[in-house]
Structure formats: structure tokens, C-alpha cells
């Protein structure tokens, strides 16, 4: 199955966020357990490239690692070498979507307006981070009005409450960070089960 293709199968994507690199493992493990296959680990956390290529290595069998919040195409291609498999911004930029394609990875670039959206697709954007997504899942129905062909992935204000309404607007993915996971918990043996948890009634809210 393409990379693209089990996004569209999972459709959630967990935000790993300044986390301990002994600790994302630990954290990924607890996720996958819970059913949560697509893990996106931010280029602005600390060995982020390093965290990227252990989780690859170590999970590229049981779930997807992707690099977040990447600024630039250099960055791109050192977290594409480190093994993620999608690439996500919370902007669109031109070149990065350029080096997703030249290495066949799924390209995630952030958009917000109607005019933004549609640029990011044109030139290339598999699916349009719709970021921040704190308005709703009406504004997302409202931009699948004349946008239908345009897989949108909410981030940004998606929680348990509201994911469901997010899914039922049309939402393709889910880019979820600190209300899955808190990366200034303690990471404790406890917390890890309740990740677990967490995760599944996530997985569950979308597929019942």
C-alpha cells in the first residue's frame, strides 16, 4: 500500500512535539498500541533527524514517520534521508513540495484561505493542511463547497469532542498534537497506558 494510501486508511496523524528523544519510542509504541499507525515527529524538536531514523528503523513496519513543521527544502530532504515518509508545514512552500516529489514522498504543506488551499495544491500538495483548523469543521465543509477534489487534513484546535465533526465535514486526516499527546507529561509507565487509551478512543470516534 502507498504511503498516500494508508494516510487515507488511518487518517490520523499523530503530533510528537519537543518530546525527550529517549522518550519518543516509548511514546510512538504506546500510539500504536492504540491503534494510531501515522506518527509525525517535528523538525523542531530536540534530535529531531535522529528521533526520525530511530522510529523508522525501529516501527517502519508497523507505522509511518513523517517530519512536521519543515521550514525548507534542505530540511525536506534530511528528514526524507533520516526515513520520513511525509513531509508536512504549516505554510506552503515551492520548493519544498519540489523535493517531496523528486524523492516520492507524500507532500503536506499548511494552507488556511480558499486561494491558499488551491495554490498548494496545484503545485503538487497531496493533501492541504488546513492549519489552525480552530473555526470548525463548518469551515472545512465550506471550503469542500467549491473545492471538493482538494483532500483537506485539519491541525490545530482537532480534539475527541470534535473529530467526528471534523470527519463528517469531509475531512480526509486529522492532525492531532497536544490533545493526544502531552510531551511535558512525565513519561511514565502510567501515562503510557493512558496514550494507549487515548489513541484507541480516537481510532474508535472515527470508525464507528
Not at 86 to 100: A, H, Q, R, V
Not at 114 to 136: C, Q
Amino acid at each position: 500500500m502507498s504511503t498516500l494510501s494508508s494516510i487515507f486508511k488511518s487518517r490520523i496523524i499523530a503530533i510528537i512535539r519537543g518530546a525527550k528523544p529517549d522518550d519518543v519510542l516509548k511514546i510512538a509504541e504506546a500510539l500504536c498500541a492504540g491503534g494510531i499507525k501515522l506518527i509525525e515527529v517535528t523538525i523542531n524538536s530536540p534530535k529531531a533527524l535522529e528521533v526520525i531514523e530511530e522510529l523508522s528503523g525501529q516501527m517502519g513496519n508497523r507505522a509511518l514517520i513523517g517530519a512536521g513543521t519543515v521550514l525548507d527544502a534542505n530540511t525536506a530532504r534530511a528528514a526524507i534521508a533520516a526515513g520520513a515518509k511525509f513531509i508536512i508545514s504549516p505554510s506552503t512552500d515551492l520548493e519544498i513540495i519540489k523535493m517531496t516529489k523528486r524523492y516520492d514522498v507524500v507532500s503536506i504543506p499548511g494552507a488556511f484561505t480558499p486561494s491558499e488551499i488551491l495554490a498548494a495544491h496545484t503545485h503538487g500538495g497531496d493533501i492541504i493542511k488546513v492549519f489552525p483548523a480552530r473555526l470548525g469543521a463548518e469551515y472545512i465543509r465550506d471550503i469542500r463547497g467549491p473545492l471538493p477534489h482538494i483532500p483537506l487534513m485539519p491541525t490545530g484546535g482537532v480534539n475527541l469532542d470534535n473529530i467526528r465533526e471534523f470527519q463528517q465535514a469531509g475531512a480526509v486526516a486529522f492532525g492531532i498534537g497536544s490533545s493526544l499527546v502531552n510531551t511535558k507529561h512525565e513519561i511514565t509507565d502510567e501515562y503510557l497506558l493512558e496514550l494507549t487509551d487515548r489513541a484507541g478512543k480516537y481510532v474508535k470516534e472515527i470508525t464507528v
